[in-house]
């Protein structure tokens, strides 16, 4: 039976292993599912990632499924799922031959309802997955620190709060069996050439700038930067691109807050339906007590 295991890490400031060229791609905004496969070199029985990059075209969301193919279980999980494409996304998981065992989210969204609940539902056992700071409901509430292991490979947490008060970001281990080049799912805290908006849910432009520079642009400059949404048909970025290119995050700290608080947008169409809902992971079980995710 597989073993469930969340981890509580340090996080020393990772070295790059070697170098991989940069990935910029911009498609049309569609439903759709990228695919790249990365294996170290380091280690001759390294471990296989299986990655797919899937797109809800009416929220512009990306989900992001990974897997272990070197397991034989092949452990898989989900990363920001959307309700209306679990269908979708739990037929892909089932032709891949997977072993989905969580759904996990970067946060409360505002602009969709996830679709953890609803695969919790459908396949016993997955387990829910999002951040204690969020105040929300999940099977685990995972923290600063904390590894999510799937398989033989992990995801560390980095707390980048700003666009919500919980906001974390997913970043693939650093190790001799680890793949590279490393790969950051940054949800709405750094986009591709912008971030997320800090005007609700106790956002903060200062709090999102300082998480951004110490967190993730802390990263390898080759780490490829995976984020919830895009608006442009981009795909991926790195942390290089956007320390050089990013219109917003290349400002200095003053001249970023004069942005975010000038950017006069909307008020959200979805946060009054999405926020309740994910406060429970869609469809989490009210009555269930959460329980925190353990720690050594």
């Known amino acids: 039976m597989l073993r469930l295991s969340l981890h509580r890490i340090t996080l020393p ?31 001759p029985r390294s471990n ?53 065992i969580y759904a996990m989210n970067t946060h409360v969204h505002a602009d969709h309802v996830t679709g953890s609940g609803l695969i919790k539902n459908k396949i ?8 204690k700071a969020s105040n929300s409901q999940a099977d685990l509430l995972i923290k600063a620190g904390d590894k999510i292991c799937f398989g033989d490979l992990f995801l560390e947490v980095r707390a980048t709060p700003g666009h919500t008060l919980g906001c974390v970001t997913y970043v693939t281990g650093d190790g001799p069996d680890q793949p590279q080049p490393r790969m950051a799912f940054t949800g709405d805290a750094l ?40 608006y442009k048909g981009f795909t991926v970025s790195t942390v290089e691109e956007e320390m050089l290119y990013n219109p917003r995050l290349t400002k200095e700290e003053e001249a970023f ?40």
């Open 13 to 43: 400031r990772p070295t790059t292993l070697f170098n991989f060229p940069t990935l910029h791609t911009k498609l049309r905004p569609q439903t759709m599912a990228a695919s790249y496969t990365t294996r170290s070199s380091s280690h």
């Open 48 to 100: 296989k990632l299986l990655f797919r990059q899937l797109f809800e075209k009416e929220s512009s969301t990306y989900t992001y499924l990974l897997a272990d193919l070197s397991h034989p279980d092949k452990p898989a999980l989900l990363i920001d799922p959307v309700d209306k494409m679990v269908e979708r996304d739990l037929s892909l998981v089932k032709e891949l031959g997977l072993k989905l």
């Open 124 to 131: 016993p056992g997955v387990k829910s997955i999002i951040s």
């Open 191 to 230: 986009l591709i050439r912008g971030c997320g908006r800090t005007d609700f849910q106790g956002g903060s432009s200062l709090q999102l700038y300082k998480s951004v520079h110490s967190q993730i642009f802390t990263l390898p400059k080759d780490t490829l930067l995976f984020p919830a949404h895009d």
């Open 257 to 296: 807050k004069n942005i975010m608080e000038n950017l006069k947008l909307p008020y959200p169409k979805m946060i009054d339906i999405a926020v309740p809902a994910n406060m429970v992971c869609g469809l989490q079980d009210v009555s269930a007590k959460p329980v925190e995710a353990t720690s050594n």
